[in-house]
């Protein structure tokens, strides 16, 4: 059996060919274009267009039999009845709500009650607030439908809007408990004229269509399987799904997350509880990662400089260093102020460009570091930890991400540990399992943390949780 896995992430489109037989695989990524300034507000049916011609040139010699698909938590788009657009797609950077939720944030009792239901929080990047911030700004929601990229593209190819669990984990929209969408949070906000999609197992598939077809150059009538969200996903692609597992993954954003028996509801709010195609997630989630280094290589070095230049740069000596607060993006985990900005504190006139790259990274991980303390007082310490994403392709960052946390991390063997856990729940689905030789042969490398840097990174971390605090922004409903 050929499964063709299509993942829309936040910067790119993926696509993945996988034998069942052989255990061969090709895997294809391309940046997506986008036509806009704002890379958070997007053309949902371009990106489609671009999806699937990369999936179409991938397949163009094969006979597909199954198609899975891959996308991001927390987007939004409404389109009409009939699928026709009617809003751009609000992707999970847009922070328009972000005054909604200041004010909302202000009221302690309800955002006690909100995240209880929910396993979210007040924060702009929740599809429920993008809804009423729409409506505040005069876009009509009602008689609409509510979908996000993934499903988008489901439904461009099936016809059927149709989501999961896993999916809809992160809308702001879904019972915790009961994964099924709430009533009482639809009711609280006024949002029943929304058409929500149809909840489905994420094993159950859809016929493709005869324009789906054309759109993909396949055969109509293979299945389609219900898409997940490539944090779920991320889980099921290094089988971290026993409950005590923890994937951390390092890309564009930052996210850690706990396999857990039960939703996980943290009592101080600084972490999520969503859910995997498989069960509950308790996890934390940065918007500050890899797109802060590539702000900080693209402004203080020249264009032509490639990060494996800057590398033989970085030094664990010793020395003072400036506090970088990586909040470019606002803030998710473990605060989840919208408005929280980031920037270099302590700066002097010896740093060098290389020390503040430096600070960068070692910014990014402290703030995921300040996460990981939330997750482990909430969940016990993890049994494992599965490191994936960008982080591994630089030997200082995997090291000091090690070091700070001061715990041993396998480094996945998994480029895109997102897409094959895609292709592992296509495997599910047909009643295969989800291990399969071409995936878990490999052998498992060991990131150890040196323990005589321990003094030296505890002392980093207390400075950026001093700039922290000392930066910490005043709700501007407060005012």
């Keep these: 059996m050929i499964i063709l896995a299509l993942e829309s992430s936040t910067t790119s489109a993926k696509a993945m060919l996988f034998d069942t037989e052989s255990g061969w695989s090709d ?5 997506f274009v986008l036509s806009g300034s704002d890379t958070a507000v997007r053309d949902p ?8 011609a990369l999936g179409r040139e991938a397949a ?3 006979r597909v039999d199954l198609v899975v698909l891959s996308g991001t938590w927390h987007g939004l788009t ?8 009617a809003t751009p797609v609000y992707e999970w950077p847009y922070t328009g709500a972000r005054e909604l939720c200041a004010r909302l944030r202000l009221d302690d009792d309800f955002a006690r009650w909100f995240s ?9 990047s929740y599809p429920v607030f993008k809804l009423v911030h729409l409506r505040e700004q005069g876009i009509r929601i009602d008689g609409r439908v509510a979908l996000d990229q993934a499903t988008v593209t489901f439904a461009r190819l099936t016809g059927e809007t149709w989501t999961n669990a896993s999916v809809a984990s992160g809308t702001g929209l879904l019972n915790a408990e009961t994964a099924d969408w709430d009533p009482e949070i639809i009711a609280h906000f006024d949002l029943a004229g929304v058409l929500l999609p149809e909840l489905r197992a994420a094993t159950d598939t859809a016929p493709l269509t005869e324009e789906g077809a054309r759109l993909l150059g396949q055969r109509a ?7 997940g969200p490539d944090g779920g996903l991320n889980q099921i692609g290094d089988l971290a799904t026993e409950p005590g597992d923890m994937t951390f993954s390092m890309g564009t954003s930052g996210a850690l997350r706990f396999s857990t028996r039960h939703p996980a509801l943290s009592p101080n709010r600084s972490t999520w509880a969503y859910r995997s195609p498989v069960g509950p997630l308790s996890g934390a989630a940065t918007s500050g990662c890899g797109n802060c280094v590539d702000w900080a290589k693209g402004h203080l070095f020249p264009a032509e400089t490639d990060y494996a230049d800057i590398e033989p740069l970085l030094s664990a000596q010793d020395r003072s260093m400036p506090v970088f607060l990586p909040f470019l993006f ?13 920037g270099f504190l302590g700066l002097e006139p010896q740093h060098s460009r290389a020390d503040m790259y430096q600070a960068v990274l070692e910014g990014i991980v402290y703030s995921l570091f300040h996460c990981y303390r939330e997750l482990t007082a909430l969940n016990g310490m993890p049994r494992r930890i599965i490191l994936s994403g960008g982080v591994l392709s630089s030997p200082f960052w995997t090291q000091l991400t090690a070091d700070v946390f001061g715990a041993e991390m396998e480094a996945s063997t998994r480029q895109h540990s997102s897409i094959v856990g895609a292709v592992r729940m296509g495997l599910s689905a047909s009643g295969m399992g989800m291990s399969h030789p071409a995936f878990d042969s490999a052998p498992t490398r060991t990131v150890v943390p040196r323990t005589q840097l321990r003094e030296q990174y505890d002392a980093g971390f ?7 605090e000392r930066t910490r922004p005043v709700d501007p409903a407060a005012g």
Excluded at 27 to 31: A, E, Q, S
Excluded at 116 to 124: D, K
Excluded at 221 to 227: A, E, Q, R, W, Y
């Design 45 to 52: 049916d371009d990106l489609v267009e671009q999806l699937l």
């Design 462 to 468: 207390a400075r950026y949780r001093e700039a922290y």
């Design 221 to 227: 009538g293979i299945p389609v399987l219900t898409p």
């Design 116 to 124: 209880g239901r929910t396993g979210c929080m007040v924060n702009a």
């Design 60 to 62: 163009e010699t094969v």
């Design 330 to 342: 606002g803030e998710r985990s473990p605060g989840w102020q919208d408005q929280r900005r980031g």
């Design 78 to 85: 409404l389109r009409e009845p009939d699928l026709a657009p």
């Design 27 to 31: 895997v294809r990524d391309r940046r």
